[in-house]
């Protein structure tokens, strides 16, 4: 971890390649996303396998197929308040990495390192490898018809996925956000056939789980509980809403494609939810759907006869799309962090030529492969789904904190604090009836959390390290950049200054 004043005294070696770089015009994020690529961006990290796999979580506790819907619709229009609130701070906060820009600068620099620290540490790398193991089972399965894929070779073809979509990634903006727009464009088209069938069965007289006398027939008696955990369930299926806020300096004209990225995303997604959810209830009971480990599979083989193929296909694009776009943002979190004197300064670099940033891409790959080397991901993702929900929450509620704290800031869009409000009442709902349901598991995540606030103080506010420390980060950096032919961005300040305002605006945050 290093600080602002760090990247100040960087090796005279890399003060020259980035003065040289300032000289000539200076080397920066390209503005590449457009708004068609931003609506990739939200939608294809929404929209991964789960909707595909397994909708299921959220009818298992609604406990009939007319509260589960009505669950869809609600947890859509909460999303969509949330995503308001993150358009108005992102373009009051114009800065790449999303919410932990926003916290840090609201809350200040611990608050900001802690929502970093949990990204890095956990949520990225568990996430990506999980979404990449999906991919790889879809792509297995059929090879392996009488039994499951071997274990090694999962994991052998999610790496080779994740190293793949890293050397696109790291190759230009443009080839990564084409793969995105692709991709999502696919499982669209596939969620499309998904509604399209529906709507032919529901023209066959297949609505019988749609009519409200049976919709609401519950098939267990229904619990506040459990309905909760539906509520819950729901808002996890919309996890991803807020990356486009982690690339805003790379989107074409932010103050206009920002919002407007997220106001065509949000209902896009909902609309496709509750509809894809009604089509497979036209083909399958809710005992059936329960009982199915692959929804999306099985209402294929019951539909689509010698054509069931295309639903797994469209599992494994849905995912290799996934694990793009999380690739793509994520890199672009801890390249900000590093910006801010939170991260290594090499993180904060990109390439002389693509303008890329090349190191926060493999620090993002490498950890994911390492997190595929271990057998308990999907237990650490129990435990910090909890946290990521937190700053959800967090982050909304520093709309309100900067409201009052600067009225007078400039604000391209201002809305109603009555949708901060409504959200926070939400947030909190499903927050304490998670610390009341799983109160073990809660209290683990944030275990893990506040493990970064002896990491903060000695890697970060510790500014007088030692000098041999000092020397040996700047000559591991300066060969990162020989390595990888990075430089610091010209927004930042180049690399001799390594941007003595970001400096500044750290011992500030503390």
């Given amino acids: 971890m290093t600080e602002g004043p760090r990247q100040r005294s960087s090796t005279a070696g890399s003060a020259k390649d980035a003065a040289a770089q300032k000289e000539s015009g200076g080397v920066a994020l390209k503005k590449e996303i457009g708004l068609v690529s931003a609506c990739g961006i939200i939608v294809g990290n929404i929209i991964g396998s789960g909707i595909f796999v397994s909708p299921k979580g959220v009818l298992e506790n609604g406990s009939s197929v007319g509260v589960a819907l009505i669950v869809w619709i609600i ?36 608050a900001g390192f802690l929502r970093l620290w949990i990204a890095v540490l956990v949520i990225y790398p568990t996430n990506q ?31 080779i996925c994740l190293l793949l979509l890293t050397w696109v990634n790291c190759s230009s903006v443009r080839w990564a956000t084409r793969v995105q727009d692709i991709f999502t464009a696919g499982k669209l088209l596939a969620l499309a056939l998904i509604i399209i069938m529906g709507i032919v069965q529901i023209g066959k007289g297949e609505y019988y789980w ?49 919002p407007r990225a997220i106001f065509i995303s949000i209902p896009l997604v909902t609309f496709v939810y509750v509809f894809a959810n009604i089509a497979y209830v036209t083909a399958m009971s809710p005992q ?51 910006r801010e004197g939170h991260l290594p300064s090499l993180l904060a670099m990109i390439h002389v030529k693509r303008c890329t940033p090349i190191p926060a891409l493999l620090f993002t790959c490498l950890s994911t492969l390492l997190m595929l080397c271990t057998s308990d991901m999907y237990t650490l993702i129990n435990y910090v789904g909890f946290i990521n929900y937190l700053f959800y929450g967090v982050t909304v509620a520093g709309q309100i904190v900067l409201r009052v704290k600067q009225p007078n800031l400039h604000r391209p869009i201002k809305i ?13 709902f499903l927050l304490i009836f998670s610390l009341y349901s799983e109160p073990l598991v809660c209290g683990i995540g944030l275990a893990i959390m506040l493990t970064g606030v002896p990491v903060y103080f000695l890697g970060v506010y510790w500014e007088n390290k030692p000098q041999c420390f000092d020397s040996f980060v700047d000559k591991m950096t300066y060969l990162g950049q020989k390595m990888c032919v990075v430089v610091y961005p010209a927004e930042s300040g180049g690399g001799s200054s390594g941007g003595g305002e970001k400096g500044e605006e750290m011992k500030e945050g503390r």
Avoid: H
């Fill in 416 to 428: 109603s604090l009555i949708w901060p409000v409504i959200y926070l009442i939400f947030w909190a």
């Fill in 210 to 258: 749609l009519e409200p006398v049976n919709a609401f027939e519950p098939f267990q008696d229904y619990d506040v509980g459990l309905i909760a955990l539906a509520f819950l369930q729901g808002s996890f299926a919309y996890g991803g809403w807020n990356f486009l806020n982690y690339v805003t300096e790379e989107l074409v004209d932010p103050y206009v494609n920002l």
């Fill in 75 to 110: 947890t859509g229009l909460i999303t969509a308040i949330g995503a308001l609130c993150y358009a108005e701070l992102g373009v009051t906060i114009p800065k790449s990495g999303g919410d932990y820009s926003y916290v840090k600068d609201i809350f200040g620099g611990l």
């Fill in 129 to 159: 490898a999980v979404i990449a193991l999906t991919f790889s089972n879809y792509v297995l399965q059929p090879l392996f018809p009488t039994c499951f894929p071997p274990e090694i070779g999962l994991r052998l073809l999610a790496a």
């Fill in 288 to 338: 059936e759907l329960l009982a199915s480990n692959a929804v999306a599979v099985t209402f294929g083989e019951k539909l689509l006869g010698v054509m069931a193929w295309i639903m797994p296909i469209s599992v494994a694009l849905s995912t290799f799309g996934g694990v793009n776009g999380s690739l793509f943002t994520s890199s672009r979190l801890f390249f900000a962090g590093a």
